[in-house]
Every structure is written in C-alpha cells, then in structure tokens.
T-cell receptor, first 114, second 112 residues
Framework: KAGVTQTPRYLIKTRGQQVTLSCSPI?????VSWYQQTPGQGLQFLFE???????NKGNFPGRFSGRQFSNSRSEMNVSTLELGDSALYLCASSLFYSSTDTQYFGPGTRLTVL | AQSVTQLGSHVSVSEGALVLLRCNYS??????LFWYVQYPNQGLQLLLKYTSAATLVKGINGFEAEFKKSETSFHLTKPSAHMSDAAEYFCAVSDQDNDMRFGAGTRLTVKP
C-alpha cells in the first residue's frame, strides 16, 4: 500500500506570497492532519480534516487554512507569507480520528520564505 | 489541556547500552500516549502507542514503554542500542476529543 505523499517536497517563496501544499493520504484513510515543525517551536498541530470537515484547529492565525476533498486528499494554504513561516510542514493520515488512531506521516514539504 | 515534557534534548549512549528516553505527560482525562521516531529528512514513524490496555507496550525495533499513572510517565526503553537507532524521538499525548500534542523531542546519538 502506498504511503502518504506530499508535494512539493521543497518550496522557496518570498514574503507576501501565498503557497499551497498538497497531501495524498493512504488509500482508505479518512483523516488528514497537518503539522508545522520548526527548530524553535518543535511540532505544532495546525488542523485535522475528517471526511471533508475540519475537526480540530491549532493555534495558528487565519492565514493558515486547509481543505479536504471527497477522495480524502488535502491541501493547506498559507497566505501573505512571513519569514517565520519557514518550516517543515508534515501531513499525516489515519483511518479514523488522529487523536486516537495511528497516524502515518508523509516526508514533509520544506518551505523556505525569503 | 494536555502537554508533554521530554527530559533531555540530547541523549548519548554507546552501542549495546540501554536506551532510556524520558517522557512525562499532563492530561485531565485518560490519555493516549505515543512515541514516534524521525530520521533525517523524513517524516515521523510510530514506534508504539498506549491506549489503556496493557501498561507495558511493546513497539517496533525492540523498543518498549511503560505507562505509569502514578508518575504520569511514559518512558521509552531499549535494552541494547544499535547504530541505526540514532534519530530524534518524540513523545506525544492526546485524548478522545483533543488534537495530539508533541514533546520537544530527544535526539539520540549512538557511539560505536
């Protein structure tokens, strides 16, 4: 079974631009969660989507948004990029809710904001 | 709200020695507890998880962890370290209704 895939793997943007990251979960998984990983803040939860509905949201500004499609694929969008948004963005999928089910992580998208 | 504290951002052991990575949690309801490992330039991989069944949880690659409610701890151990165990390890806590919270991580170095 194919794992979680994330595209693109690397991205360079400039301040003020917007970016869209994509995540394809394991086939049959209904939950997709997004995390931001930085050296200073560690791993922080962004949001979780389950069956196309946002189930939980972390403490991030409204510039961070996401969505999930009917095939469970998910995208996250960051508008008006800031230098501090430079991070590794990880996507994880699970059969059911991420809080109780095993999550399978993708390799991440490394975003650099210049 | 739940939280996790990992004691020691860096741990160094010799090959063949015991690995002990410490994790203490805070949760107002029965928690789910997880240990994940991250190798360079990769995502996280689940080592093991506690879901209120047996308190001693066995995971992959010879790792295990014991849930101790009285100490609010979930320390990760492995009897004999291999060079391939060098990585960053994350403890995480969640419950039925809340998202997963990760610890700051512990980088494990294995010396030959």
């Amino acid at each position: 079974k194919a794992g979680v895939t994330q595209t693109p793997r690397y991205l360079i943007k400039t301040r003020g631009q917007q970016v869209t990251l994509s995540c394809s979960p394991i086939s049959g998984h209904r939950s997709v969660s997004w995390y931001q990983q930085t050296p200073g803040q560690g791993l922080q939860f962004l949001f979780e989507y389950f069956s196309e509905t946002q189930r939980n949201k972390g403490n991030f500004p409204g510039r961070f948004s996401g969505r999930q499609f009917s095939n469970s694929r998910s995208e996250m969008n960051v508008s008006t990029l800031e230098l501090g948004d430079s991070a590794l963005y990880l996507c994880a999928s699970s059969l059911f809710y991420s809080s109780t089910d095993t999550q399978y992580f993708g390799p991440g998208t490394r975003l650099t904001v210049l | 709200a739940q939280s996790v504290t990992q004691l020691g951002s860096h741990v160094s052991v010799s090959e063949g020695a015991l690995v002990l990575l410490r994790c203490n949690y805070s949760s107002s309801v029965p928690p789910y507890l997880f240990w994940y490992v991250q190798y360079p330039n990769q995502g996280l991989q689940l080592l093991l998880k506690y879901t209120s069944a047996a308190t001693l949880v066995k995971g992959i690659n010879g790792f295990e962890a014991e849930f101790k409610k009285s100490e609010t701890s979930f320390h990760l151990t492995k009897p004999s370290a291999h060079m391939s165990d060098a990585a960053e390890y994350f403890c995480a806590v969640s419950d039925q209704d809340n998202d997963m919270r990760f610890g700051a991580g512990t980088r494990l170095t294995v010396k030959p």
